[in-house]
């Protein structure tokens, strides 16, 4: 198994109505995905709730191998949901491991 970790750090200068917004529409969209993407085994998305840590978005999921990250990654549904964050997004850190 594959599980596959992303963090997402929204821009400083964005408003803070502006950034609940896009993050509730991508965690919308993310959690949407298994219903379209047969490979994706289980997928969270966590908005973070402290204001005094840096990133604002955390990803889990979990996959049974890396081709299907991959695949998953590529997908036109993830590629739409990645879409989302596009103006908003100063950063993203990912890790991806085996169990």
Do not use: Q
């Not at 750090?9 to 219903?35: G, Q, R, S, T, Y």
């Not at 085994?41 to 955390?58: D, Y």
């Not at 997908?75 to 949901?81: I, N």
């Amino acid at each position: 198994m594959v599980k596959h970790i992303v963090l997402f750090k929204l821009k400083d200068e964005v408003p803070a109505d502006k950034k609940l917004e896009v993050m509730n529409a991508f965690k919308a969209a993310i959690e949407a995905l298994p219903a379209k993407i047969s490979v994706i085994r289980k997928v969270e998305v966590g908005l973070n709730i402290n204001p005094g840590e840096s990133w604002n978005i955390a990803l889990y999921s979990e996959f049974d191998t890396l081709d299907d990250v991959k695949y998953y990654a590529t997908h036109p549904d993830h590629v739409a949901a990645g879409k989302l964050l596009a103006e908003t997004k100063e950063s993203r850190a990912c890790v991806d491991y085996e169990v």
